[in-house]
């Protein structure tokens, strides 16, 4: 990644970076990112702050891995994907006004996962609204009656 921001810098095209949505490199491992995991975040090299930093106000992470739990066996672990880098990832996306950090086998949630949908039109990048509806019905609706 470093690469190719640097080339692309070389080049003066900088413009070419700008992203809305990002899909998060090797399963949100911190690899793509820093030499380094950190404690509680993963402090990214330069060149890569340099294009997390170039995402638009709204844009998505997306991050294609099992669920990121931060507890203590999340913060041990070796292999990715890690909260340390989520925790970047997630710096980042408020830095840029971003709207949503998600996690392909987190959503609408972890027991039952669906794709994740986005629509592109005059507008921009939005989710679909299957998801976001999905969620919604999930965490507002009542549980039915036994008996």
């Known amino acids: 990644m470093q690469d ?4 692309t810098k070389d080049h003066g095209n900088m413009d ?5 949505l990002y899909n998060i490199p090797h399963h949100c491992s911190y690899l793509a990112l820093s030499d380094e995991k950190g404690d509680t975040e993963t402090t990214p090299k330069p ?5 997390l930093e170039q995402g638009g106000e709204g844009a998505y992470l ?4 099992a669920p990121i739990h931060d507890t ?8 990715p994907p890690l909260i340390q880098a989520k925790k970047c990832y997630e710096r980042y996306l408020r830095e840029i006004d971003g709207a949503r ?7 609408p949630n972890a027991t ?28 507002s609706s009542r549980a039915p009656r036994a008996g």
């Not at 190719?4 to 080339?7: A, F, L, N, R």
């Open 4 to 7: 190719i921001v640097q080339t």
């Open 101 to 107: 950090f998600l996690v392909t086998m987190e959503e």
């Open 47 to 51: 060149l890569i702050k340099e294009l």
């Open 16 to 20: 070419r970076l700008a992203w809305d």
């Open 112 to 139: 039952s996962p669906d794709s994740i949908e986005f629509k592109i039109d005059g507008a921009g990048l939005s989710l679909d609204k299957k998801l976001i509806s999905a969620a919604a019905v999930i965490t």
């Open 72 to 79: 203590k066996e999340g913060r041990e672990q070796q292999q």
């Open 62 to 65: 997306v991050s294609t891995s």
